[in-house]
């Protein structure tokens, strides 16, 4: 997939840091860092969009689950976007 696609539909929600990725052929992770207080369900409603996004890119039914970003493990930038088929 080409991410940037995707850019459309993250661009007015306020993320400090995400990432997402492909897990399978209609399975997607979203991963987002803490959010402020003010953000409201920002994430929540993503989730809705990312899925129609993907739906309207070709997926049948694609299937988007919402998780916390592990921070320790460093910032998901320059690539929040990623496809684990077989190594994540």
Same mark, same amino acid.
């Given at each position: 997939? @080409?991410?940037?696609?995707?850019?459309?539909?993250?661009?007015?929600?306020?993320?400090?840091?995400?990432?997402?990725?492909? @897990?399978?052929?209609?399975?997607?992770?979203?991963?987002?860092?803490?959010?402020?207080?003010?953000?409201?369900?920002?994430?929540?409603?993503?989730?809705?969009?990312?899925?129609?996004?993907?739906?309207?890119?070709?997926?049948?039914?694609?299937?988007?689950?919402?998780?916390?970003?592990?921070?320790?493990?460093?910032?998901?930038?320059?690539?929040?976007?990623?496809?684990?088929?077989?190594?994540?």
């Amino acid at each position: 997939m @080409d991410a940037w696609r995707l850019a459309v539909v993250l661009k007015y929600t306020r993320l400090g840091a995400f990432r997402l990725s492909q @897990d399978g052929p209609q399975e997607f992770r979203l991963q987002v860092a803490a959010r402020a207080p003010d953000t409201g369900d920002d994430a929540g409603d993503l989730v809705g969009r990312l899925r129609q996004a993907l739906t309207a890119l070709g997926w049948d039914r694609p299937r988007v689950r919402l998780g916390p970003l592990d921070q320790e493990a460093g910032p998901a930038k320059p690539s929040p976007f990623q496809a684990c088929w077989s190594r994540c």
